[in-house]
């Protein structure tokens, strides 16, 4: 079973608008409604590869019900470890214009949680890494949480010899690295505002003094950069892919951790998952992959020593 | 007791952002929510007002079952009777830019009310209108309902003799005006729409014509210009105010309902109007008004006959 961890989950919902624009009015002509979360995103792509996947973190209030149950008609087996709180799970909005194509994203904080709730959370993690053969933290935290949540939540999964991946940002980023996870995967922006550096090569590599065990960068059209233990790779899609690019880092995130459980060599890690990052942007929503895309993918996508 | 309809209910949710800016990804510092819709907004300006007052149309879904949680515990006597519907009652989201102050309103369209529940709501208002003393219908239709819905609930409340006032726009309030109601409350822009002329008080005897018994035009700044069996006025307040007019239209509708059961003159229930309409502008959210001010700008609005 891989453990994905999402402390803030959310209700993505997504607005089609003819145009927006700021201080007007706007008739919504299509609303859709998912679940939501990087670590959500993540799970539902291990699922379609066929692994078992436990779902934990928050979910509260109406919001958090709506989630819930349309997480349990997910095809694929997600089991629900989400624990109830106080609050309100959030809600994040996508108005997609319909002239541009462009996205406004607004996200919603997420609920306060409480000092309780929270040492619930970690007792019912203690239980449940033991049972993972991985474990995946992913995204941001919400209102309440330390800040030194996954460096805390790292080293649990180091002390029970469970390989841990960490996706987030900011200063739980940074926090969580020094605790050494196993794979962290930062996108440009992340991994400068880690490093101080914009130059990938050498933030990657500064990533990796930080504690990090093999740094894997996601770098939107360019693929990824990886620093491994094994070497460091560029891997690259055939091409520029078009389309929607939320869920292609949570969609890396899952190939990374099915090539690690069905025990591939790094390059073909790599491969796998940006065969699913590029086959994520042709799918509409987050969290999906057009299946027939990402399996052409896997024959076409390059992979070079990085230099 | 008033009976207000508000058939497409809504979950009012206000979020603020530093700078709304379109194609770019927001953090909201603030989420409130609130039941609205415009009969909602009504109901409770007229609850303030010391009226008893009954809720009818549809909520339905997570979003309606917040909405009606937040109903009861609604200070006033509101009753509700709203009646449960299979579709998820819609959002509106209002973006308020910390920078500039204005505000972004996205609309969700409401949920499918299907001929079945539209069948059960017809016999739940007849069985409401004969205990009111007045009716106020109020905002847009959910995806459903027939385009003539006002048309047949105005023609209810006149068989029963209860006064009835109409408050919609585009062919729902042409339909509506068609079958007399005895108020009708546009706007500017629906009056406009309604009558082809954007000349006020041409406009407003067209829209008499058409068969509204009294036409209350809503103006803005210039307050309103209103044509009744007893005679023609402008209700003018003292000076524009500065604020959130969300919600103004709808107090203007509870002081005229109001003005009505305490069987004022006309000029009386347009100063009632006016100044309730002023001084919801002056509160942060619609269907709530600054009752200090309210009573100030009683004294304050001037009415001349209009010629």
């Known amino acids: 079973m891989i453990l994905t961890v999402t402390l803030n989950t959310a209700l993505d919902i997504t607005y089609r608008v003819r145009s927006l624009r700021p201080h007007a009015s706007h008739r919504v002509s299509e609303v859709v409604e998912r679940p939501g979360g990087k670590g959500v995103n993540v799970a539902r792509v291990l699922a379609a590869l066929g692994h078992e996947v436990t779902l934990t973190g928050f979910a509260g209030g109406p919001t958090g019900e709506v989630l819930r149950e349309a997480l349990a008609s997910t095809p694929g087996p997600v089991v629900d470890a989400l624990l109830p709180v106080s609050g309100a799970t959030r809600r994040t909005i996508a108005v997609v214009d319909e002239l541009t194509g462009d996205t406004t994203q607004l996200n919603e904080p997420g609920p ?4 309780a709730e929270w040492g619930t959370f970690l007792d019912r993690y203690d239980a449940l890494v033991p049972g993972a053969s991985a474990v995946a933290l992913c995204g941001s935290l919400p ?15 180091r002390s029970a010899g469970v390989p841990v991946l960490l996706d987030t940002s900011g200063e739980p980023l940074r926090r969580g690295v020094a605790a050494r996870p196993d794979i962290i995967k930062p996108n440009a922006d992340e991994l400068a505002e880690l490093t101080g550096s914009h130059e ?5 590599q500064d990533a990796r003094r930080r504690g990090a065990g093999a740094v894997v960068a996601s770098l939107g059209a360019q693929g990824l950069l990886a620093l491994t233990p094994e070497g460091r790779w560029r891997a690259v899609p055939p091409a520029p892919e078009y389309g929607n690019p939320t869920g292609a880092g949570d969609s890396a995130v899952a190939g990374l951790l099915s090539g690690l459980l069905d025990q591939l060599p790094w390059p073909d890690r790599l491969i ?3 065969a699913l990052s590029a086959a994520t942007v042709r799918s509409p929503a987050a969290g999906d992959f057009d299946r027939a895309a990402y399996e052409k993918l896997l024959a076409q996508v ?3 020593t990085a230099i």
């Open 112 to 115: 306060q949680i409480t000092p």
């Open 143 to 157: 209102p309440g949480v330390p800040v030194g949540a996954y460096a805390n939540l790292v080293r649990t999964a």
């Open 272 to 274: 796998r998952a940006v």
């Open 200 to 204: 990938p090569l050498r933030a990657t």
């Open 302 to 304: 390059s992979v070079t």
